[in-house]
């Protein structure tokens, strides 16, 4: 079956701009997640959703960044005012349930600001 | 946040050998375990996961041991072949919410 989708898996941006990155998690997945990983990094949280919850958005990193997820389905980041330090692997991740349940990552995207 | 470490950040292994890859963690509430592969260019992938009702759990070629005295956590891979060469990370879970990543650790397997 098809697993978690990201698009784009590439995107050059200049400072200032803004981004938004999509995810297509698995269908029927309830959780959905977006962490961050910097070069030779592990993965930093950004947000959760979690069916019709209020998502919890402890990890974003500023409030220029920010999440939706529409129908409990696709999901959009958007970074505004891209840094250069935004510069990293977004990835998106989808889970079953809030169980016990292993997360699927979708390939990433990688965004650079140039 | 929650720390969740890694003990080695390289480790190079003969094929054939075991391998043992190891993670510290932070919190004493955690109550659920995955190690995941990461090869490069790709998404993490899930290889095993442990709650923390259990000490150990078996895979293929894979192990997990969970120590919760001392907050460790580590990956066993039986056999190591050169597939098995990417960065692991270990992922710790509080209440089935959120989770927490390590900084990985880097596995090379010399042929």
């Known amino acids: 079956g098809a697993g978690v989708s990201q698009s784009p898996s590439n995107k050059v941006t200049e400072k200032g701009k803004d981004v938004e990155l999509r995810c297509d998690p698995i269908?029927?997945?309830?959780?959905l997640y977006w962490y961050r990983q910097s070069l030779g990094q592990g993965l930093e949280f950004l947000i959760y959703?979690?069916?019709?919850?209020?998502?919890?958005k402890s990890g974003l990193p500023s409030d220029r960044f920010s999440a939706e997820r529409t129908g409990g389905s696709v999901s959009t980041l958007t970074i505004q005012r891209t840094q250069q330090e935004d510069s990293a692997v977004y990835l998106c991740?989808?889970?079953?349930?809030?169980?016990?349940?292993?997360?699927?990552f979708g390939p990433g995207t990688r965004l650079t600001v140039l | 946040g929650e720390s969740v470490g890694l003990h080695l950040p390289t480790l190079s292994v003969q094929e054939g050998d075991n391998s043992i890859i190891n993670c510290a963690y932070s919190?004493?509430?955690?109550?659920?375990f995955i190690w995941y592969k990461q090869e490069s260019g790709k998404g993490p992938q899930f290889i095993i996961d442990?709650?923390?009702?259990?000490d150990k759990r078996q895979g293929q070629r894979v192990t997990v041991l969970l120590n919760k005295t001392v907050k460790h956590l580590s990956l066993q891979i039986a056999a190591t072949q050169p597939g098995d060469s990417a960065v692991y990370f270990c992922?710790?879970?509080?209440?089935?919410?959120?989770?927490?990543f390590g900084s990985g650790t880097k596995l090379n397997v010399k042929p």
């Open positions: 959703f979690q069916g019709n919850s209020a998502p919890d």
């Open positions: 269908s029927g997945h309830t959780a």
């Open positions: 992922a710790e879970n509080i209440n089935f919410n959120k989770f927490y």
């Open positions: 991740a989808s889970r079953l349930s809030g169980g016990a349940d292993t997360q699927y």
């Open positions: 442990i709650r923390s009702n259990m």
């Open positions: 919190n004493s509430a955690s109550d659920y």
